[in-house]
Nanobody, 120 residues
């Protein structure tokens, strides 16, 4: 089992940037595909981005493509999400997840989440 701890959330104005981090412990980080998801109040948890085991392949939701960048450092056991040109609709709790594959249903280990609030 892998444990995941997110950080880096906060309050930012529209157009601003934030970088989220997710530190993994407990098992070999590089053996997991990793992803970011988000959940806004009253809504379901949505996929944001995913990255393959070695970082060579990345995938994004259409709503964040071109603005967000997912990356990972397998030496530091850390996953990142660089968020630029933030919009109020990006406001949500952001969760990192570890999975056996890159399909949404493959992600089975979750962090506690970090709040991102974008003001207009």
């Amino acid at each position: 089992q892998v444990q995941l701890v997110e950080s880096g959330g906060g309050l930012v104005q529209a157009g601003g940037s934030l970088r989220l981090s997710c530190v993994a412990s407990g098992r070999t980080f590089s053996s997991y595909a990793m992803g970011w998801f988000r959940q806004a109040p009253g809504q379901e948890r949505d996929f944001v981005a995913a990255i393959s085991w070695g970082g060579g392949s990345t995938y994004y939701a259409d709503s964040v493509k071109g603005r967000f960048t997912i990356s990972r450092d397998n030496v530091k056991n850390t996953l990142y999400l660089q968020m630029n040109s933030l919009k109020p609709e990006d406001t949500a709790v952001y969760y990192c997840a570890a999975g056996s594959g890159l399909g949404i249903s493959d992600f089975g280990s979750w962090g506690q989440g970090t709040q991102v609030t974008v003001s207009s």
